[in-house]
């Protein structure tokens, strides 16, 4: 029988059995050290008394060790599951874990004070970032815990991995795909920062993005309209608030209404889909009437045609978890192609 209202300790078991407290120890963490008919007796004695075995908590204090991994979301945890790039990503880092015995946390932020303690305190070995802000508080805690850190997408910081594709370069080539021949050239962009606030501007300033693969984006495109003699400063260049395929279609309509754009480059196909949304809606025929392109080769984007940056986020997630789990072997080049598709000319 149990020992009603006090908390049955490894110490109890030990004398009931007239073992040390080390041998009950080890019936848990180390059974084989243990002969047979001593584990049967402490397993009776612990059933006995209602003892559940060692805090799982303070033995992964003491061990240094906890048998999970960490995923820093800079969104909230919903977005883990909606998000097509969120999910593929995830699944690649899940697929390590399963074969590496390990666990997997998620921890949503989201700019606000509790961000950083609920990072620092969270159960794990490792930590993965998924694409942040240059500013964000958390880099330099999960940087500080001397833990192996992956940053998904960037920013580059001191004691940390970064997994990503050269955004820059891919789109630039992304860019004279898409605007060869296009008169009235714009951009569907991912959010500039953490506000996600909606927004359509002429030429915007890529220095002033805070998420690190936005601006690259845009700074590759930028390098392209330079090539071609297009006018940067007269580039429509238009903010969803999310990567959503539905909730940006209010985006790029809006695109359509005020510059009736003849080719757009979205940051991502689930924003390029809410271009087609938006342009089926206006009668508007692809590539004949407005060109397109997006990232990361979703699904859909064959039965689309959709001109596409191809990369695969499940490999990076993949990587990213192998770093977080301390792999020291260097993480193989993150490859990417564009595949050339009916949407553009």
């Avoid at 946390?105 to 490792?126: C, F, H, Q, Y």
């Avoid at 596409?308 to 990417?336: H, K, M, N, Y």
Wanted: charged residues 25%; glycine residues 8%; aromatic residues 6%.
């Amino acid at each position: 029988m149990s020992r009603a209202g006090s908390r049955v300790t490894m110490a109890d078991v030990a004398r009931r059995c007239g073992v040390s407290p080390m041998t009950v120890s080890y019936c848990y963490n180390q059974p084989d050290r243990v002969a047979p008919e001593t584990l049967r007796r402490v397993r009776e004695a612990a059933a006995e008394l209602g003892y559940r075995g060692p805090d799982p908590t303070a033995r992964s204090l003491r061990r240094r060790h906890t048998g999970a991994i960490g995923v820093v979301l800079g969104e909230h945890l919903a977005y883990a599951f909606e998000d097509p790039q969120a999910r593929r990503f995830l699944a690649g880092v899940a697929e390590v874990c399963r074969e590496r015995g390990s666990g997997l946390n998620l921890i949503p932020t989201t700019g606000k004070a509790g961000d950083v303690e609920r990072v620092r305190s969270a159960s794990v070995d490792g930590y993965i970032v998924w694409t942040t802000v240059d500013d964000d508080p958390v880099l330099d805690v999960v940087t500080g815990l001397g833990k192996p850190v992956a940053v998904h997408g960037g920013p580059a910081v001191p004691g940390a991995q970064v997994v990503s594709i050269d955004n820059r370069a891919s789109a630039r080539e992304l860019a004279a795909r898409v605007f060869a021949g296009a008169r009235r050239p714009a951009v569907l962009s991912f959010p500039f920062g953490r506000d996600s606030r909606s927004r359509l501007a002429l030429g915007p300033a890529a220095e002033d993005v805070a998420f690190p693969v936005t601006r690259e984006r845009l700074l590759g495109i930028y390098d392209h309209c330079r090539e071609a003699g297009v006018a940067v400063d007269r580039l429509p260049v238009a903010v969803a608030p999310r990567n959503d395929r539905a909730e940006a279609v209010a985006t790029a309509d809006r695109l359509f209404e005020e510059h009736l754009p003849d080719a757009v480059l979205a940051m991502s196909d689930q924003l390029a889909f809410a271009v087609l949304d938006a342009a089926r809606q206006r009668g508007l025929r692809v590539p004949d009437d407005v060109a397109l392109g997006g990232w990361d080769d979703d699904p859909e984007a064959r039965r689309e045609g959709l001109t596409t940056i191809t990369q695969s986020l499940f490999d990076q997630g993949r990587a990213c978890a192998r770093i977080a789990l301390g792999d020291r072997a260097p993480v193989e080049p993150v490859t990417w192609t564009t595949t050339v598709r009916t949407s553009t000319r």
